[in-house]
């Protein structure tokens, strides 16, 4: 497709609840990140694929998140046992270069809601 | 302490008032410079590069001062639909942009 596509766009989850997210990427896009962004604050960077390495996992913010990218395309950010502090935007972007370069384009994000 | 810090606002100015946002970043190894700009309930989108000559695009001019690790955001003429949130954004060596928490402008009429 023509940009970055993330789904679900919203997602209710009970307390507890496991979650996917998923992120298609632009065709031919190399560089993959997620990042979550908090309401009122700025996108907090989460994780970096560079095709299928996972090559930063440093902004994870505790066990319970995992992403995968295994073929080089697709992606997809799972919580698990979510909490309510996992409410936020989940948000994910695209480059053609590696090393996050200007070129960055942003998905819609899945917006997620812990009850 | 969070590695960008902004003025979150809101600031709110008429319609073809000049505004500037101001930005601070603490790695002095960072490498690159952006403003970006995200509308209510949208994703970022980039504004411009930052270059510490400054630069300028339309009624936008941005400026960089490396010694200072200080940013800017100029507008000039505002008008309605420049009213979003403006996030300063900072590129350390690796992989990851660092944001600011925004800083929210509401042009009025």
């Known amino acids: 497709g023509a940009g970055v596509s993330q789904s679900p766009r919203y997602k209710v989850a009970k307390r507890g609840q496991d979650v996917a997210l998923r992120c298609d990427p632009i065709?031919?896009?190399?560089?993959l990140f997620w990042y979550q962004q908090a309401l009122g604050q700025g996108p907090e960077f989460l994780t970096y694929f560079q095709n299928e390495a996972q090559l930063d996992k440093s902004g994870l913010p505790s066990d319970r998140f995992f992403a995968e990218r295994p073929e080089g395309s697709v992606s997809t950010l799972k919580i698990q046992r979510t909490q309510q502090e996992d409410s936020a935007v989940y948000l994910c972007?695209?480059?053609?270069?590696?090393?996050?370069?200007?070129?960055?384009?942003f998905g819609s994000g899945t917006r997620l809601t812990v009850v | 302490r969070k590695e960008v810090e902004q003025d979150p606002g809101p600031f709110n100015v008429p319609e073809g008032a000049t505004v500037a946002f101001n930005c601070t970043y603490s790695?002095?190894?960072?490498?690159?410079f952006f403003w970006y700009r995200q509308d209510c309930r949208k994703e970022p989108k980039l504004l411009m590069s930052?270059?510490?000559s400054g630069n300028e695009d339309g009624r936008f001019t941005a400026q960089l001062n490396r010694a200072s690790q200080y940013i800017s955001l100029l507008i000039r003429d505002s008008k309605l639909s420049d009213s979003a949130t403006y996030l300063c954004v900072v590129k350390r060596p690796g992989y990851a942009l660092n944001f600011g928490k925004g800083t929210s402008l509401l042009v009025t009429p």
């Open positions: 790695n002095s190894a960072s490498q690159s």
């Open positions: 065709s031919g896009h190399v560089s």
């Open positions: 972007a695209s480059s053609l270069a590696g090393e996050g370069a200007v070129g960055y384009t």
């Open positions: 930052v270059y510490s």
